[in-house]
């Protein structure tokens, strides 16, 4: 195994060379990137002379943990992949880290980051996690990385949900690849918290084997350009939103007809008469629509009756254009007892009552003789039928 020490690195650093008229010191300090890759190194010496530093790549070797880097103020780039990681740590003084590789590391839990506000990637992928396990992410990194985070990539991590995700408002690209990604409907209430989204990669999850998958990805985030590594097509895209736009507008359309729909409160709404601009009072429903608790259920009245309801409202207009009885009764209250006549009369035809009235009139005068001005007969004295009093029978009613 092999430690890194100040020596080691003015022996063999290749982006930098040492000059011929220069110290160690100077050198160290004049030094921006390190590449010490695929080394073997498991330790780390103390490194404080290299103050200038802003690339450091560490990656292929066994590192069991993150170094002391706190000298290092202007380090932006930081390579540790597929090391012996198993936590991250002593990142809060890197005030100018801007991306962090940690892929291929034992790391269990995302924290650390209280404190990086210039963070925009961070690679996580294909932690070596216990069996069973999956990652975690601690809520107070997430917020802080919320304000900056543009790039994440945890792929392979065993996540079955990414709903804590959401906070990551600033994120472009977001790769998912190779995890247990099921739930459609969650990923897309997830995206719809990041607007600038571009670049989506959910490959090697249960969900992209589902039936038109990629169409439904897309239209989750209108910004969408890359999926699963795959470019979006422009013509697609468009085609797709429309679609959605008319499914949404139909869905809406829905909602508003089953808002508008009466429901039955104690009674049913009033019908409206055709023409009149009136309203009939409203009707109970059948004693069979009351629940168990005593309430209502919503029903619909004659729900068998086609075109039920214009016969109805044609039914109730002809109704009105016809005079009212029981009004033309209450007038005529007023009417001496002598010149109403026996209901059975009413019930006959106009016609049926002028016979009645002549053949009486016939039969009368094959037996007793016309009235005189004092209305008896000449032959008989009697008062004629067709008189009463000072009265005489209307020929309105006989008629």
Known sequence: MVKLTLDLIARTSSSTRKKREENLQQYLKRLTHLSFAEKNIDEIDDLSQ?????????????????????FAANLTHLYLQNNQIGQIERLSPLQKLSKLYLGGNCITVLEGFEKLE???????????????????????????????????????????????????????????SDNKLRDLKTVANVIAWWPYLWRLDLSGNPLSHRAKYRDRVIVMNEKLVVLDGKEI??????????????????RKQREEAEQMRPELDGFAPPLPIAGTGRELPPVMPPKSSKSKQGGLKNIYIMPSMVGGKKRFEAVLAKSQSLPNSASKLKADRTVPVRQI?????????????????????????????YPDAS?????????HPMMNGNHIVPSSILL
């Open 233 to 250: 097509n422009q013509t697609e895209k468009m085609f797709l939103m429309s679609w959605k736009e008319a499914k949404e507008a139909k």
């Open 50 to 70: 290299c103050r200038n530093l802003s690339v450091l790549y560490l990656y292929d070797n066994s590192i069991p943990q993150i170094p002391n880097l706190g």
């Open 118 to 176: 210039q963070l925009k990637e961070l690679h996580m992928e294909h932690q070596r996690l216990p069996r069973g396990e999956k990652l975690l992410f601690d809520p107070r990194s997430l917020a802080s990385l919320s304000v900056c985070l543009q790039v994440l990539n945890v792929s392979g991590n065993n996540l079955d949900e990414i709903t804590d995700l959401r906070l990551l408002q600033k994120l472009t690209q977001f790769i998912c």
């Open 341 to 369: 006549v026996a209901p059975g009369v009413l019930k006959k035809s106009h016609s049926d009552l002028e016979r009645s009235a002549r053949a009486m009139m016939m039969h009368e005068s094959r037996h007793t003789s």
């Open 375 to 383: 209305g008896f007969g000449a032959a008989s004295g009697k008062m």
